[in-house]
């Protein structure tokens, strides 16, 4: 006579995350006919680069701070259309050395896009940009129109 049990995945057999986020992967690499991640000699998943950036403001204007090490200010492009700013460019690799062995190699490489939907306030066609030591900065200046006023209230 056989017995009902509650399965229990933990009991049958040893849970393994990983190996179930790798058969999502594979999955999903067979949906879209490509890999969200590349795989570095090392096996360990490297995302697509893109420059880490900062966003502040002040009274007057918006600043975009973005690092681009190793990236030439040629290779760089700052654009706004339709109330997006967008900066993008390319980090080229060195050239593979035959006589050099490379134990690990991390570092990204290859074209990023990073696009920014700035606000109403933002006059994108005076922006301004400057590149020096590796980092972008982007100023937006603040549309004087659209500042706020302070209105004078009287107590009666």
């Given at each position: ?21 790798e058969?999502i992967e ?7 006919d ?13 995302q ?54 490379f134990?690990r ?28 030591d590796?980092v ?21």
């Amino acid at each position: 006579m056989s017995a009902l049990t509650k399965w229990n995945p933990f009991q049958m057999s040893r849970w393994e995350p990983f190996r179930e986020l790798e058969e999502i992967e594979r999955r999903l690499e067979s949906l879209f006919d490509r890999s969200p991640f590349s795989r570095s000699q090392e096996g360990i998943p490297a995302q697509q680069w893109y420059p880490q950036v900062d966003i502040s403001e002040d009274e007057k204007e918006y600043s975009i701070k973005a690092d681009l090490p190793e990236v030439a200010k040629n290779d760089v492009k700052v654009s706004f259309r339709e109330g997006v700013l967008e900066i993008a460019g390319e980090r080229k690799q060195e050239k593979k050395e035959t006589t050099r062995r490379f134990h690990r190699t991390e570092r990204t490489y290859g074209a990023f896009m990073r696009s920014f939907t700035l606000p109403a306030a933002a006059e994108g066609e005076r922006a301004k940009a400057e590149f020096h030591d590796g980092v972008l900065t982007v100023r937006i200046p603040k549309s004087e129109k659209l500042a706020p006023k302070a209105i004078e209230v009287r107590v009666s």
